[in-house]
């Protein structure tokens, strides 16, 4: 059986992210995990002899990207036979401390491990390639709790490794588990205590995130086999939506679009739209538009789309995994087409200042105006070895990382 999915999730938290600042990125894909940064005045051309690199440091093996805060970068990386939580001095690149997660996980379809970490307050929250949830202090990096995230929960691990990131919540920390008791968990931020469980079946390699629909906080995770709505504290069920791909390879991050759910997944899936009306005092959710199959528009094989104004600008992957990938925009309220760069190639993108941040799959960031007229290129450099990761935005910088470094760039 072929298999091909790649899981880059690489995803992160939410933790009441209306009280982030602007300059901060505690997580993949920023604060509020839609891949856009509320910083201004940044380049708006990358020099011919590239962005001026800040510092550049040794790393690891892995697929976490790097999240930003309080003066402190963080990753997780496979080194000297382990697994490492590692924070680096934001402003020099210096190691400050590090953690060992446990034995060094491999996989078939990539070593290391795949989960963002996630910086909220004082602790630090990372999820390990085989499932083990650990606290840390932000000080020194002290384990303050772990726990066995998919055995406490009769899981199974995912055939990629666990993909997903910690989603902070008020007093919970929530991730995919995977199992039929319980695809998603979440366990008290404060000693690790089990919460709650939801859903069922495969964890897949998404992160559960919170959006605001309809002035409702919820809870929203994309399992290997259905969209799920959840009330934030008691995991209640609110609404599910089947979203089954091939292998469980759900991988992209949902978001909000008009006023509904966008998901989307690679593999030849597709993506929809999901509006969540009402049937008395249920949510009874369906698909405004869908693109599903060999045919279809927005197939995110790991990376989130783009939500800007009425538009979405995300990837398109052809094929089961395939080596074509395009990049294009559409409509969001009607899922129709509006332009498409043929053949552009795998990649990650984040949003800031009114321009793409593209990282390629072959190490080089692309900087892109992209409207609904079109897409300008403002310049492209190679900056590092293959990377799934997209580029973190922090305080006028941009951190960056491979299997063998990490990379912190000048934006302004």
């Keep these: 059986m072929r298999r091909t999915c790649l899981s880059v999730s690489a995803l992160l938290f939410v933790f009441l992210p209306a009280l982030a600042p602007a300059d901060e990125w505690p997580g993949f894909l920023g604060a509020r995990r839609d891949g856009i940064s509320q910083e201004t005045g940044l380049i708006d051309a990358i020099p011919a002899d590239g962005p001026k690199a800040i510092w550049r440091v040794p790393g690891g093996v892995g697929m976490s990207a790097v999240a930003v805060a309080d003066g402190l970068a963080i990753t997780t990386w496979n080194n000297a036979g382990q697994q490492w939580l590692v924070a680096l001095d934001a402003a020099t690149g210096k190691e400050a401390w590090k953690t060992p997660l446990g034995p060094a996980y491999e996989n078939a379809m990539g070593n290391g491990p795949r989960a ?40 199974k691990p995912s055939d ?10 008020a007093e919970q920390v929530i991730v995919h588990v995977g199992g039929e008791s319980g695809a998603i968990a979440a366990f008290s931020s404060a000693d690790g205590k089990p919460a709650w469980k939801a859903s069922a079946g495969s964890a897949g390699y998404s992160s559960p995130t919170l959006l605001e629909i309809g002035e409702t906080k919820q809870i929203v995770s994309v399992t290997g086999t259905e969209v799920v709505g959840l009330r ?15 292998f469980g390879c759900n991988t992209a991050t949902p978001i909000v679009v008009d006023g509904g759910v966008f998901v989307s997944a690679g593999e030849n899936h597709g993506s929809v739209l999901i509006d969540l009306g009402r049937d008395g005092d249920r949510y009874a959710p369906q698909a405004r538009w869908e693109s599903l199959g ?43 087409e509006v332009w498409r760069k043929t053949r552009f190639g795998k990649g990650n993108m984040v949003w800031a200042d009114g321009k793409l941040w593209i990282t390629t799959f072959e190490g080089e960031l692309v900087l892109a105006r992209a409207t609904p007229a079109g897409y300008q290129e403002l310049g492209r450099a190679e900056l590092l070895g293959r990377s799934r990761q997209s580029l973190t935005i922090a305080g006028g910088r941009g951190y960056l990382r491979d299997d063998r470094e990490v990379l912190c760039i000048g934006l302004e």
């Design 232 to 246: 934030p504290g008691s995991g209640k069920e609110l609404w599910r939506f089947p979203f089954e791909t091939d």
């Design 160 to 169: 990629y490794g666990m993909a997903s990131s910690p989603l902070v919540v």
């Design 294 to 336: 060999p045919k279809s528009l927005m197939r995110n094989e790991w990376q989130t789309s783009i939500v800007v104004g009425d538009h979405l600008y995300g990837f398109d992957n052809v094929g089961a995994a395939g080596p074509v990938t395009h990049l294009v925009c559409l409509e969001a309220k009607t899922g129709r």
């Design 116 to 155: 963002t970490p996630t910086i909220a307050g004082e602790r630090i929250f990372a999820f390990s390639g085989e499932g083990i949830l650990v606290a840390v202090s932000r000080t020194d990096g002290k384990i303050l709790w772990q726990v066995d995230a998919v055995g406490e929960a009769d899981g």
